[in-house]
């Protein structure tokens, strides 16, 4: 008979924060369109994580934590702000110049396919036959949806290869830190303290790779774009990274990727009115390939899961 205390407790610690962070990655690639223009990515980058690490500093305050890292701790610090808050950010951002959101968002969909290889190969985190098959309806219909775009999309086959290929490099420095989270010598940190130092750190690199690619710090006087600088940094960092990496660490990098195949759905919804994007018999079969991957592998126990070696 199942526990009810046991259901409650994986909806509060493992499904509600599932869907609020989907929610909000959702919704955060037509904010970073916006952000394109007057400011250089570099920048806009950079601006984002020096707000959410102050922000996390101020959480992890809050908390009673120190902020204090040992040597090890910011290690892992360093290389989860160099992999996920620079090289990862800086390429979807430069992506974004390329492609619509859609299609940035559609690509890194795919990040459940390095993120179970990479936990397989460092945590021992083997896949189950129930989410091998789930992450195979999965990808095909992600592969359904990024043929629409690229049969649909009114940039230039140069313009698209430049965005995928920044997408899938800005995909695989994310699940190599997705995955060096999760690792034992991590699990010891407080979050807010990992997340304050590593998006610190990031903002550092960011700010240097600005300074040498862009030029000097330029800003956008408009209300709106602070508005979604706010949000990108509050809500899409501080808060789904808060989120996102504790689950990460309870059911492996591999189901927690799943987001990413809902996020393209609501990206396209999105996109459908703020970018013209057009569904099609393809494109939504492909959606509901994606939505139906994911919720088979998210559902029920153990064979679903990804299981120690």
Partial sequence: M???ASGEHRFREIILPFIVFTAIWGSTWIVIRDQLGVV???WSVTYRFILAAAAMAVIARFKGHKLGLTRGGLGVALFIGVTQFCLNFNAVYLAERHVTS?????VFALLLIPNSLLAWAFLGQRPG???IASAGIAVVGIALMIVHELHDSRATTEQIFVGIGLTLFGMLAASSSNVIQAREEARHMPMSVLLAWSMGIGAAIDAVVALVVAGPPVFDPRPAYWLGLAYLSL???ALAFSLYFPVVRKIGPGKAAYSSALVPIIAMALSTGLEGYRWTLLAGAGAALALGGMMLAL???GKGRTTPR
Avoid: H, I, M, W
């Avoid at 859609?102 to 559609?106: D, E, H, L, P, R």
């Fill in 299 to 301: 559902s029920g126990g």
């Fill in 40 to 42: 250089p990515p570099q």
């Fill in 129 to 131: 036959l129930r989410f």
């Fill in 2 to 4: 199942t526990n009810p």
């Fill in 102 to 106: 859609g299609v940035v968002a559609t």
């Fill in 235 to 237: 809500a899409a960092s």
